[in-house]
């Protein structure tokens, strides 16, 4: 995740030099990747929505193998036993499971921050004050477009104006509340009418999500956008988070490519200078890139942890089986601690490895066969890394 509104302020000497990115010094604070991890945890495998790129493949039914209450209270005293700080409740849609409020009030109780990734459109005023009170901090609401795409890209008619209506009602009970799309060559054109739509609405956060090739997302991998796509869309996203910090507008974030790191810090070079770069260079490198694995994990609705949400094709232990102690201590979680020296090609020769780290190990998995290849999504150049094709093919030979 590229926190492109903070890390500009960061550039430009507005804040601190140890400052906490999005109040998350897990990820760009003191400790950096020992951190303990952020758990995204999908309370539930249903949906009122059936969006296309939905990495839980979400049905409309729910499920028999989800959590019981009582396990689902087990697993939030376990989380805050290995020192979790930070729990994320998502789906399916969180919202249609019963007895989610007090859920988030035990999360809250046994020291956990709790925070809400839903598609909005089932907070109405009294669930918004339901959140609030049970210790609810932050709540990510997903749109993909204007209403004419989103209500039957999602699959619900009058989709776009609940979830708007959700964030007002959230705001409205003191809720901090963000605004998040999916790109794909479906909406990519719809961005900009979104990032407005996000201001008007008042969301303090605008996050951008590169697609991943997981869920039915997988069916969507052809409409993912060209690296060249993704780089021109990057660079507008930049100078919307310039203008985000004069005009007041949500701030912008980025995630699902790490690469876009190492491209805002060029961008910061060239327009800021050496000194601003330097500081942005440094929080990078605190943050240390991509984190699967280690500094977020996903448990699913069954109980199963996986290294993040999109990589759900590896599963590191069963708390319905486990201790997540236990768990905790899988061998691929070290293997990605390590995995800057397992990168091949592109990825294991760029002079950029420490702030990326390789990206997402999930995406070049999906579209290789092979966990340590580059991943495809990348978006500098050869010449920019410092890599040479030709001289790995002489290496080789």
Known sequence: ?????????????????????????ARYGPGGRNAPPVVVWNVCRHCNLSCPHCYASAGRRAAASDLSTTEARNLLDSLAGVGVRIVIFSGGEPLLR??????????????????????????????AKRLAAAGVQYVGISIDGLPQFNDPYRGLAGGFALAIAGIGHAQAAGLRTGLRMTLSRRNHGQL??????????????????????SGRGRRLAGDDLTVSETRALLLRLFER???????????????????????????????HGAEA???????????????AGERILNIDARGRVHPDQFWTAATLGDLRQQ?????????????????????????????????????????????????????PACVMTDSEIGWSPAAEIRGAA
Request: net charge positive; with cysteine; aromatic share 6%.
């Open 241 to 271: 988070g310039a203008q985000s910090l004069e005009s007041g507008t949500p701030a912008v974030v980025t995630g699902g490519n790490d690469s876009a790191a190492v491209l805002f810090l060029q961008w910061i070079a060239e327009r």
């Open 277 to 291: 770069a330097a500081r942005v260079c440094d929080a990078l490198a605190r943050r240390g890139g991509n984190s």
């Open 192 to 213: 900009e009418a979104l990032l407005q739509a996000a201001g008007a609405a008042g969301a303090s956060r605008f996050y951008v999500s590169h697609l991943l090739y």
């Open 323 to 375: 201790r997540l102690s236990e768990i905790l201590r899988h061998p691929l979680r070290a293997e990605l601690a390590g995995r800057e020296a397992s990168l091949s090609g592109r990825c294991g020769a760029c002079r950029y490895r420490p702030l990326c780290r390789g990206s997402h190990r999930e995406r070049a998995l999906a579209a290789t066969g092979d966990l340590w290849a580059p991943d």
């Open 98 to 127: 019963p007895d989610l409020f007090d859920l988030i009030a035990h999360a809250r109780a046994v020291g956990l921050a709790p925070q809400l990734s839903t598609n909005g459109t089932l907070i109405d005023a009294p669930a």
């Open 1 to 25: 995740m590229l926190e492109v509104s903070d890390l500009l302020k960061l550039a430009l000497g507005r804040v601190p030099a140890d400052f906490s990115v999005s109040r998350a010094p």
